[in-house]
């Protein structure tokens, strides 16, 4: 996907779960739609900015996730079409899904302090990182009704905390109006563990104290499209040594 | 659908969702019940007013979604028996239906600012906008325990702001007392990053504050009743060159 | 049924839902079972008081309701016994159930406006109205915290509201301990807008800013037993010229 | 079940539902796993505090409900487990389940009014009542920071209340820690109308106005093993004369 | 599983449901399901600390839990994985999942009263206690505006509660941002009125008052891998003497 400055992504997040009834199909059957569907995510990826996630083990509602990130909507509405029409399909619900876009950000336009250039809105870049976490998140009106100082001065002290924990990665999209949700964070790391101490550092902080909800959130392990669908059908689950 | 002034209409979006044994069925059994549905759907078109929109990868929970309107709430009735008749019917279901009807606006008519003349309440004109921008809405009881004029304040703030964004249409209906919900709101546009800023600009208005809920929202690509369904068979979708 | 004055009687509203695959089976096979659970019905409508209504393309989560009311739990247990006991009945889910009673209003028996000779309580007499509104009504605790002369205003504003939307007929049930709602509404008319306007205008009053739920609200049109069931296999679509 | 003065009790309350597909299937067969079922039941009633109620009618996601009470734990895993291990489980689900234990009542024994006899709430005695109100309790954590007199205070006001309904039997057993609710709550009385007139009245109490919440409330029936299985089958439903 | 001190574990509690379809299958089939899946449980448990629990009886939505602790993310996917590669797989479910890590407590750091040694974070060490009692917490907002010395006393007044009940184990999970809750309780003790009394008297406690939520909560019952699954299919379930 070529990189056009200036111009905002439509980003998506589609979240897999496969019925118990495809695991009864013969392993030879299974074998072969997996690897249809590994074709058709494989053929997008050569042509769009498409990350795969297992969530195998790490929440019990869903299996697998797919990022997309386009700057046209129907390249997101054509790829999740391609797979809808793939055989695993007819065995395969979406529990979770979550439409954003990017935008340049006021709070990060204006905050001054360490860090500033960690963060391109406009512009996501999934990296490489082997962690990601992700979760919807909706103010109360409250938070609005502030001030924009108030609100800077807020976003000043989330995002001063956010650099204190460097190995950690935060993509910002924005959902008003497109779906439930006002945004939808990514965060990347390799280290859950510094995660988990970053978010419970910033509960008392008065951005946090103005959250309607945050939930689900979702711990994403990074594979590519094989590995990810090896791992629904048990085959990498070899017991390390 | 003669228009018939003076008379309120009733207005339903129905979405749909196909169950995914669906995707398991021959091909050409696929094909025969899509031609038999879309048949269905246009032969209401030429009768009424039926819009039709794809959901495909904009959520997970439904695939698409029609737009009825009419004078006579069994006209209704019969086009959604009439869709229920059909063979795709034994795996569809309907995971959100909204009911609402036309009504003149107390805050409209009281409003002098500019655009008023783009409202017309009691007979809804669905545009051939590319993207509509459907959700439920039920306002805080206290909402209601402000004064008329408390009231018209925040609607006459709320309309002003809308109208920064001429790109955007926005159709209001009722539902108090026939559904869940109190106001269905739909809007067109053919900018999905321009609705998404006029409603992150509207949170700070008073109208937001007094707001119940106002999700699910869903995003709805139009289309014409053979595009929506060849949306659902993963036909349309070929890779873009 | 014969009337017993004075005594309760016992309300039953059951909303059913046919499983996308019924509309799988072969069509003299649905005519059949369509017409044994005809039977069913009808035979209880000649020994109690049954009322038949449809909510295909009202409401997404039902296709039908069954009203019931008599004197004894037993009639009501049985009737539903009996359905279920129909070969339709391999198909069917109740997604909603309100159990209620009559009971004499204390807030009508005080109130000295017009129209109060249209309210009786103890014994319901459904009419032959069009459209009947049903929902689920549970006051917050706070409203039980007022003086019996402040919830005595309440009513008489609410009433007094009400009578000026003649056309509109309410019956008032009470479920107190008996199921989770604490009381189950209906409204008949024959004018839709009329009902929409009155609960709109409702909103502002005392009342209803006491109110904890109203919701789920059925929009459900009556029919005969053989036109709610005929409407459910798509029969009745017939598009009006 | 022999008595054990001082020793608490295991209570259960398990509700039980037949997916539709199993009216699917011929009548002899469902005959045969009705009467094994039966079998498992009446063979714990032998040797446990067994009580078998059916909701067919009086709710719409439940059928049946199977009250145990055991001092000991297993005795409830085993019996559960019994019956899922008839042929009748391929059919059923669990939709509610409550688990509680009894325990002396801090505010009974420091009440001093009218009818402190007739509650036992070490060693449960199931009457022989022809209906069950059955509800999961929790209070507000406000209550909790009431004071010992003012608690006490609102219970003897809810007990003198109770009191003026002799003919309704009062459950409470205690479910903190142990499941989702904090109690569980089982009336037993053989007029419905009763019931809902006290709960009805209440309502203004102290207490009640520190519920968190108080649903769902199952209205249940009284029946022997035999008449709750025939009731599913729709065989006692024969129209009364 | 090698003690590494210093170290941060991941610990995941998986609850399974057996779909009731599973109960039709020929009691051979279901044998040789079981049995495969024991082993593919027995096979994790010599390498990884891994527990099992039965719920059969205690709730209606779940029928065991398999508890995980691993100093590595990618065996808890893997052992997931593993089971979901067994045939029993095609017919179970995991309604609840619940991931977390251990970590430091600083409120334990700082308690200076009786019993602490029995609190070690980092590495958690299951006993051999007959039941335990999982839920997920979340504290409302306003706990954590509190100053430290605010939330160090709540917590003292806490722990202090705690220790008078000599005969339950607390295990303290963390999950912030890395599932829905902030943290994951395991309760570990042989008498489940001792829990129920433990936490109907830390209601009036300052650090109950400040909890979000703590449902849904699970009674397990510790058993074998072999014991675990024979409860699911009614094996186990002979009447006692």
Redesign the interface.
Known sequence: MEHQPGR?Q?V?F??FKL??????LAERERDRQLAEFREAVE??SE?ALVRCY?T??????VDFMIWQVSY????????????????L?????????Y?S?T?SSQYVEKYSGPGRDRFTRLSLAPGEHKYL?VYPLTKV??W??LSKDERQEAMNQHIAIGHTYPSVKLNTT???????Q?FVLA?ETDE??D??????EL??SMS??Y?ETD???F?C?AATAAGMLE??????????A
Chains 1, 2, 3, 4, 5 share one sequence.
């Open positions: 905002r439509y998506k589609t979240f019925m118990p009834e495809w695991r009864r053929g997008w042509r297992s195998i083990g790490t929440r019990g509602d046209d909507l129907a390249d997101v509405q054509q790829m999740v079409g391609a797979l809808m029409g793939t055989a399909a007819g065995w395969l619900t979406t529990p979770y899904s439409l876009m935008k976490f009106r409250e609005y009704g924005y959902s008003f109006g497109l779906d439930d006002e965060f859950p563990g995660f988990l101490d970053l978010v419970q509960r008392p946090s104290a959250t939930v689900p959130i711990t392990v791992a629904l059908a048990g085959k990498r689950q070899a017991v390390p």
